[in-house]
C-alpha cells in the first residue's frame, strides 16, 4: 500500500512531460498518503526499525518501476541485491 506513493515521488521528473497536471495532483496525494502510512508504522514499531523499512520499500518499489515501466536493464547484479535488500527488509522486521 505504502510502495505507490514513494514510486510516484521517485519517477514524477521522468515522467512530468505527460499529463503534467495529473501527475502533480497524483505526486502530492501520493506524498500525503506516504507520509500519513509511515506516521501509521511509527506508531507501532520503533523508528529504527519503520524508517528504514519505507525506504528499503519505496527503493525496490523504484528499481522494479525502474525495469518495468522505463526499460531498464534487469542485470544479474541488481536482481541479486534487490533480493538481498528485501531480505533485509523481512529481518528489520522480525528484530
Do not use: D
Not at 506508531?43 to 525502474?66: H, M, N
Amino acid at each position: 500500500m505504502k510502495i505507490l506513493p514513494l514510486h510516484a515521488h521517485f519517477t514524477y521528473y521522468q515522467i512530468k512531460n505527460r499529463a503534467y497536471r495529473l501527475w502533480s495532483a497524483g505526486f502530492v496525494v501520493c506524498l500525503v498518503v506516504s507520509m500519513w502510512l509511515l506516521a501509521i508504522a511509527v506508531q507501532t514499531l520503533p523508528i529504527g526499525t519503520a524508517y528504514p523499512v519505507w525506504t528499503g520499500i519505496g527503493a525496490v518499489g523504484t528499481v522494479l518501476l525502474g525495469i518495468v515501466y522505463f526499460h531498464e536493464r534487469a542485470s544479474f547484479a541488481r536482481i541479486f541485491f534487490m533480493i538481498t535488500l528485501i531480505a533485509s527488509i523481512i529481518g528489520l522486521k522480525m528484530v
